[in-house]
């Protein structure tokens, strides 16, 4: 089946410092993809939906100025956790339909430790 | 709107024991209805899916579940448990399998030897 990539799979940096995260469909083309949060014990809650060539679109409660997603082609998807903070600490999870119709794929997440 | 209920955030059943979790979902359209389970520090892996058709699903592991509408009800059930099912399992709801997914708060499955 289809699958989807993140870079880092996992990455620790210090307070106040921005971390990139990617999200690739490898063998296919995605003009949407999902991010998803994870806090320890709890469940995923959409963040983000991620739009090749236009803004994204953000969920209640989520700033869009501090998640900053750009889908740069339709093979990938960025989120950059700007001046992130020990609060930001989560795993971040991608996912990519690989049609509007057809199945979607999740990536294997990303762990991000804030000190 | 759509949302999943899954009740019991943590289940214990011994070895070879039925497997049963329980999913509930609320949606305004036709819902398409996933379980994924959830190792360790690992992503998501797809169980098994009910778009339309036929109300029981089989899926992988032995896994297998049913959609009951007069219900809202999308449980999974496994007849024998085996250790390696141990994991973190999710229910989601979605308007189709290429738009965001809602999920639930998990259950966490633990088998005793």
């Known amino acids: 089946g289809a699958v989807v990539s993140q870079h880092p799979s996992w990455v620790i940096c210090k307070s106040g410092t921005s971390v990139k995260i990617e999200c690739r469909s490898l063998?296919?083309?995605?003009?949407?993809m999902f991010w998803y949060r994870q806090f320890p014990k709890q469940s995923l809650m959409l963040m983000a939906t991620s739009n090749e060539g236009s803004k994204a679109t953000y969920e209640q409660g989520v700033e869009k100025d501090k998640f900053l997603i750009n889908h740069a082609s339709l093979t990938l998807s960025t989120l950059t956790v700007t001046s992130a903070h020990p609060e930001d600490s989560s795993f971040y999870i991608c996912?990519?339909?690989?049609?509007?119709?057809?199945?979607?794929?999740f990536g294997p997440g990303t762990r991000l430790t804030v000190l | 709107a759509q949302s999943v209920t899954q009740l019991g955030s943590h289940v214990s059943v011994s070895e070879g024991a039925l497997v049963l979790l329980r999913c509930n979902y609320s949606s305004s359209v036709p819902p398409y209805l996933f379980w994924y389970v959830q190792y360790p520090n690992q992503g998501l892996q797809l169980l098994l899916k009910y778009t339309t058709g036929a109300t029981l699903v089989k899926g992988i592991n032995g896994f297998e579940a049913e959609f009951k509408k007069s219900e809202t009800s999308f449980h999974l059930t496994k007849p024998s448990a085996h250790m390696s099912d141990a994991a973190e399992y999710f229910c989601a709801v979605s308007r189709n399998t290429g738009n965001q997914f809602y999920f639930g708060t998990g259950t966490s499955l633990t088998v005793i030897p």
């Open positions: 063998d296919f083309q995605a003009t949407t």
């Open positions: 996912s990519a339909p690989e049609s509007p119709w057809n199945e979607q794929f």
